[in-house]
């Protein structure tokens, strides 16, 4: 019964590829994220000196490919992965902006109410992840004695979404893709280490603070590109 089952899936499996349009895109998206980060721990430092809650806002700008599948019954399948520059500002922190890069990759399950020859529409619900480094440098005198700030803000994030995506057909090979993520972080941690350096006080050194994300945050990610295969 066991090699019947699994033979099944096998089938069922080679049967949603084989009878599938396939479509490619690469495109940029721009993701923009407001976020509240939990501490977990309570370093004793003053510039670390922070609320239990406190607010981050993310910017950035990414070079994407996706692949997506379609049935003729309507199923809609889609994988991605995507990298590039992002941004931070946490307030509370500092004024200037954190610069880095951006690691995500998603994949979504739905359903394409319109699909012909020359254009598609299609909706899904996905499950991702985001991989961000970011860091901060500042400079700064006092009392004729140079002080630097240096922070280093590293995110793995498990998030979950829906999206939108229209598909037009431009040329024989050619089409345009655009599309709208909606989504939050359902589980994640980051954590922020800060060094201080040039400064004769023993209160200053290197530490880092730690934080988690569970249901919080809403992150909107406008897309933009070309796609071929249909």
């Known amino acids: 019964m066991k090699k019947i089952f699994f033979l099944f899936l096998f089938l069922s499996a080679f049967s949603l590829f084989a009878e599938s349009t396939r479509v490619h895109t ?3 998206s721009f993701p923009v994220e407001t ?13 670390l000196d922070l609320d239990s809650n406190f607010k981050a806002s993310y910017l950035g700008g990414c070079l994407n490919w996706n692949k997506l599948i379609f049935r ?13 520059a992002d941004f931070a500002k946490i307030p509370d922190l500092s004024s200037d902006f954190f610069e880095g890069f951006l690691i995500s990759g998603k994949f979504g399950l739905g359903f394409a109410p319109v699909k012909n020859k020359k254009i598609i529409l299609a909706f899904h ?5 985001d991989l961000r480094i970011l860091d901060l440098e500042t400079k700064y005198k006092v ?28 040329t024989e090979r050619l089409g345009l ?14 954590s922020v280490e800060v060094s201080r ?14 934080y988690k994300n569970i249901l919080n945050g809403i992150n909107i ?5 070309l796609c071929w295969g249909y």
């Open 26 to 28: 690469i495109h940029f």
């Open 35 to 47: 976020r509240t980060l939990n501490k977990t721990n309570f370093p004793a430092r003053k510039y």
């Open 72 to 84: 003729e019954n309507g199923l809609a399948l889609l994988f991605g992965v995507g990298t590039g």
């Open 125 to 129: 619900g996905f499950v991702g992840l």
């Open 143 to 170: 009392a004729n004695i140079s002080d630097e700030m240096n922070y280093r803000l590293e995110e793995f994030n498990f998030t979950s979404g829906f999206d939108g995506i229209f598909l037009v057909k431009l």
């Open 177 to 190: 893709f655009s599309a709208l993520d909606i989504s939050t972080v359902f589980a994640g941690h980051g």
């Open 197 to 210: 350096s040039n400064d004769s006080s023993s209160d200053y050194g290197s530490k880092e603070l730690k």
């Open 221 to 225: 990610v406008p897309r933009i590109g």
